[in-house]
């Protein structure tokens, strides 16, 4: 009898379709091992839809694995191009040495601009890099009854002996995650909570998401307060927030770079004053017109292309994007800098364990946990702040010898 491609026979496998194309059957409803459920699934959409998914249906992840945490109603998987741009050197208090950075795009002309990046940093002698803060944080909102009893509240929760309480208590919901404080908001008669963990070499987001539910019902039970939301927006994620900008979220990181006038001049094709002038009238005084949160070039695009290939939640790229570039001509050398003070990022957990990806962070020398823990993902931070130096870098050249229609023309049609 003729099989699918998980082994169901093509009658079983057709009765299936016809439920879910009848109404009868839910795509979640589909209780199969996963290749299978995933075939009947897209067979059930190539017929509602009229759509070819021949492509999609050509994949080398692990169904089963993708299926029970990453994905659901799963029917296969998109493919992004990956290129690689490097090697970069790297002088970090994790990274050090020359890497080859993993990025997924579709936009021509991008891999190519870092890579170009990546060679004058190099040739320079490399970047230096540094951690400046690293936390994940999660904001519960309250609602209390007026404001001396959100005065009470914030009072109560500054307290050392309050606060090791709810240390504790978080620490009951995982073995990774530590809380490091608590920063208090009042607003009217809401009171909002912006919790602060180490996680580790996890990005983190699921796992202070309990442990802040943790310590909400401490705070509900001791203080007698209604919990409205364990997310109220003070976090913040996902959406560009000044908070974050100013605060930091993930890892708060800082690139720098002292370039040499000939290597400016042989590898980017411009001057160490023509790239100041352009960064002072585009990232500094458009950024301020436009109402910018973010002062750079392009920060978001080798953000977002890293993340891709390296199995990040590519929502984070927003945070990302509040990057700060910093270009000035000192003496005869160019120095150029990158702030990204909201890098959310790990290398367990989430995107990381899918096959592919884990391959791209085995390139950095990242994949899996770190030894001590913390220290791959914070490796990965240094390579990815250092990336995006390298793409405003190349960049910024393109616009100030006037080469960045061209390079598209060329490379990104």
């Known amino acids: 009898m003729a099989q699918t491609k998980g082994g169901l026979s093509i009658k079983d496998a057709e009765l299936f379709v016809n439920k879910i194309i009848a109404g009868k059957l839910r795509l979640h409803q589909v209780d199969l091992p996963a290749s299978e459920a995933v075939e009947i699934r897209r067979k059930a959409v190539e017929k509602l839809t009229g759509a070819d998914l ?47 950075v993993p990025l997924a795009t579709t936009e021509g002309a991008l891999v190519a601009s870092v890579n ?17 803060n690293d ?13 001396d009893e959100a005065q009470r509240v914030v009072e109560w929760v500054k307290k050392p002996a309050n606060f090791a309480k709810l240390q504790k208590a978080t620490e009951e919901t995982t073995k990774h995650g530590k809380l490091i404080r608590i920063d208090p908001y009042v607003v009217a ?24 539910d943790r310590l909400s019902d401490v705070i509900v039970d001791e203080l007698n307060i209604r919990l409205v939301a364990l997310s109220g927006n003070m976090c913040i994620d996902k959406k560009p927030a000044a908070i974050n900008l100013i605060e930091g979220r993930g890892k708060n990181v800082i690139a720098e770079t002292s370039m040499p006038r000939n290597v400016v001049k042989r590898v980017l094709k411009t001057t160490p004053e023509s790239l100041s002038d352009v960064h002072y009238r585009k990232n500094v005084l458009g950024s301020i017109k436009a109402g910018s949160l973010g002062f750079n070039a392009h920060a978001a695009n080798v953000v977002a292309a890293i993340f891709i290939a390296t199995g990040q939640d590519a929502a984070h790229v927003v945070e990302a994007s509040t990057a700060i570039t ?23 957990g ?16 990242v994949a899996g946990g770190g030894a001590p823990p913390g220290a791959h993902a914070r490796k990965f931070a240094e390579i990815a702040c250092c990336a995006v130096l390298a793409g405003e870098l190349s960049l910024l050249a393109a616009l100030a010898a006037h080469h960045l229609a061209r390079a598209h023309e060329t490379l990104g049609r």
């Open 54 to 100: 021949g492509g999609i249906s050509a994949y080398v992840i692990d169904a089963e694995s993708s299926s029970k945490r990453n994905i659901e109603n799963m029917i296969g998987a998109v493919q992004v191009p990956v290129g690689i741009a490097g090697p970069l050197a790297v002088s970090g208090q994790y990274a050090n040495g020359e890497f080859y």
């Open 116 to 132: 170009r990046g990546c060679k004058a940093i190099t040739e320079a002698g490399g970047a230096y890099v540094r951690i400046l």
């Open 135 to 147: 936390e994940m944080t999660r904001a519960p909102v309250f609602a209390v009854s007026n404001i």
């Open 189 to 212: 008669d809401n009171v909002f909570l912006r919790c602060a963990f180490d996680t580790k070499d996890a990005l983190g987001m699921n796992m202070v998401t309990i442990a802040t």
């Open 326 to 348: 910093s270009l000035s001509v000192r003496g005869d050398e160019l120095y150029a800098s990158v702030s990204i003070p909201s890098l959310p990022v790990g290398t367990v």
């Open 350 to 365: 989430g995107g990381t364990t899918v096959k592919t990806q884990e391959e791209c962070l085995s390139i950095m020398g």
